[in-house]
């Protein structure tokens, strides 16, 4: 049973345009929640975070919004740029001063177009 | 270079041999972590270690498989009697837990393990 899920495997975006990555997760015990950045032959990158008792966090060009009632996050980049091509994972963890085991979601695969 | 690293970064084995994977943490990070991605899913949590202590394994980490930090720095995994299902990228990452919380987890770039 996935607890993180996201249903876009892939999106695109034009260049200088807002890309929108969503992430639906199912456990109520999470409070905790990351995206990660991966390239292809890397690891994944930390991006950004957002702990349960914010709805937003704001990072440059990235913003992460979250939606407590809807068990729904989701990652903002404004503008794209060609070098945010890549997997994005959304993730989730119960408690940030815990184990910090983390559960991703599958990945969503974005291309920006030049 | 003071990221996580990983080695080897590509490992081809036969079934039924034995694999060892070496993670060097970022070297002030006392929480190290192993994880588990193949071909279109998420990385899947194996286990994790404060320090040399492990202290939470994941379901998936079978019988086969064993980690080791023995000094709390570098970690090893161990993949016993490897099978096909086994083939999948190893990602290591790690994290500093103190009185302000964790930090984010931070990846290495992973081993690639084939088992043909």
Redo the contacts between chains.
């Keep these: 049973d996935q607890q993180v899920k996201q249903n876009s495997p892939s999106l695109s975006v034009q260049e200088g345009r807002i890309s929108i990555l969503n992430c639906d997760y199912t456990n109520s015990m999470f409070d905790y929640f990351l995206w990660y950045k991966k390239y292809p032959a890397e690891g994944p990158t930390f991006l950004i975070s957002i702990s349960s008792i914010k709805d937003k966090n704001e990072d440059g060009r990235f913003t992460v919004f979250l939606n407590k009632s809807a068990k729904h996050l989701s990652l903002h980049i404004v503008p794209s740029q060609p070098g945010d091509s890549a997997v994005y994972f959304c993730a989730a963890s119960r408690g940030r001063a815990g184990s910090y085991q983390l559960t991703f979601g599958k990945g969503t695969k974005l291309s920006v177009i030049p | 270079d003071t990221g996580?690293s990983?080695d080897p970064r590509h490992k081809i084995t036969k079934r039924g041999q034995n694999v060892t994977f070496r993670c060097d943490p970022i070297s002030e990070h006392n929480?190290l972590?192993w994880?588990r991605q193949t071909l279109?899913?998420?990385?899947?949590?194996l286990t994790?270690f404060q320090n040399e202590a492990q202290?939470?394994k994941?379901r998936l980490l079978s019988d086969r498989f064993s980690a080791e930090r023995p000094k709390g720095s570098f970690s090893t995994l161990e993949i016993q009697r490897t099978e096909q299902g086994d083939s999948a990228m190893y990602?290591c990452?790690s994290?500093k837990?103190g009185q302000g919380?964790?930090t984010?987890?931070?990846?290495?770039?992973?081993t690639r393990l084939t088992v043909v």
């Design positions: 996580v990983q929480r972590y994880y279109g899913q998420g990385p899947e949590f994790y202290l939470e994941s990602l990452a994290s837990f919380g964790n984010e987890a931070f990846f290495g770039q992973g």
